[in-house]
C-alpha cells in the first residue's frame, strides 16, 4: 500500500479555519486519497475522498495537489467537535489492495475555545 | 448516511472465555466488511477482510484459529475471539462497505474488550 505522511498533532483554535496536510510521493495513478478522523472512544468516520479534482463536501474540502503527490484535509470553521485524530490514506481501486484501506498514525487534532 | 451497528459495545470477561462481536450494516448490502484491532494510543490494525459467503483472508501475524470470522449475510458478520487471554483485550472495529468501487467503508462504534 502506498503510504502517508502526516504530521503528529497540530493545534487550532475555534472558529478558525484548519489545514492538515498530507504527503504521499508514492502515490499511483490508480489511487484515491481518503480522509477519515476518528474521535476518542468512536470508530472512524469518514470525511472525504477525492481522485485529482478539488472535493467539496458537508464537512470539509479536500485540496489536492496538482502532481497530487500530496494533499489537504480544510476545515473551513473548526468547532471543538472536530478534535479527533485525523486520517490520510491511499486506497487503490484495482487488484488486491483495493478493498482495504490501511491506517497511518493519524494526526491528532486538538481545537482551543 | 450508511450506518454500521456493532455489538456489544463493552465485554469484561475471564480469561479462557470466548467471546462473540457481531457487526451488522443497517441500510445497506455489505458485501465487504474488515476487523480491525486497535491498542491504546495507537492507529487501528487491520486483521482480516471477508466477502460475504467466502472464507475471510487474514492479514500477516493475524491467528485465524485464534479469531474466527464468519460473514454469512450481506448485512451480518461475527468476530469471535476464543479462549481469551488479557493480552487479547483491545478495542476491536468492524467496517463495511459496498460492492460499489470506490465508496467510503462505514465504520462501527467499536467493541472495547477486557479479558480478567
Known amino acids: 500500500d502506498a503510504k502517508t505522511t502526516q504530521p503528529n498533532s497540530m493545534e487550532s483554535n475555534e472558529e478558525e479555519p484548519v489545514h492538515l496536510p498530507c504527503n504521499h510521493s508514492t502515490i499511483s495513478g490508480t489511487d484515491y486519497i481518503h480522509w477519515y478522523r476518528q474521535l476518542p472512544s468512536q470508530g472512524p468516520e469518514y470525511v472525504i475522498h477525492g481522485l485529482t479534482s478539488n472535493v467539496n463536501n458537508r464537512m470539509a474540502s479536500l485540496a489536492i495537489a496538482e502532481d497530487r503527490k500530496s494533499s489537504t484535509l480544510i476545515l473551513h470553521r473548526a468547532t471543538l467537535r472536530d478534535a479527533a485524530v485525523y486520517y490520510c490514506?491511499?486506497?487503490?481501486?484495482?487488484?488486491?489492495?483495493?478493498?482495504?484501506?490501511?491506517f497511518g498514525q493519524g494526526t491528532r487534532l486538538t481545537i482551543n475555545p | 448516511g450508511a450506518v454500521v451497528s456493532q455489538h456489544p459495545s463493552r465485554v469484561i470477561c475471564k480469561s479462557g472465555t470466548s467471546v462473540k462481536i457481531e457487526c451488522r450494516s443497517l441500510d445497506f448490502q455489505a458485501t465487504t466488511m474488515f476487523w480491525y484491532r486497535q491498542f491504546p494510543k495507537q492507529s487501528l490494525m487491520l486483521m482480516a477482510t471477508s466477502n460475504e459467503g467466502s472464507k475471510a483472508t487474514y492479514e500477516q501475524g493475524v491467528e485465524k484459529d485464534k479469531f474466527l470470522i464468519n460473514h454469512a449475510s450481506l448485512t451480518l458478520s461475527t468476530l469471535t475471539v476464543t479462549s481469551a487471554h488479557p493480552e487479547d483485550s483491545s478495542f476491536y472495529i468492524c467496517s463495511a462497505r459496498t460492492g460499489i468501487s470506490n465508496q467510503p467503508q462505514h465504520f462501527g462504534d467499536g467493541t472495547r474488550l477486557s479479558i480478567l
Open positions: 490514506i491511499l486506497r487503490d481501486v484495482q487488484g488486491q489492495g483495493a478493498q482495504k484501506l490501511v
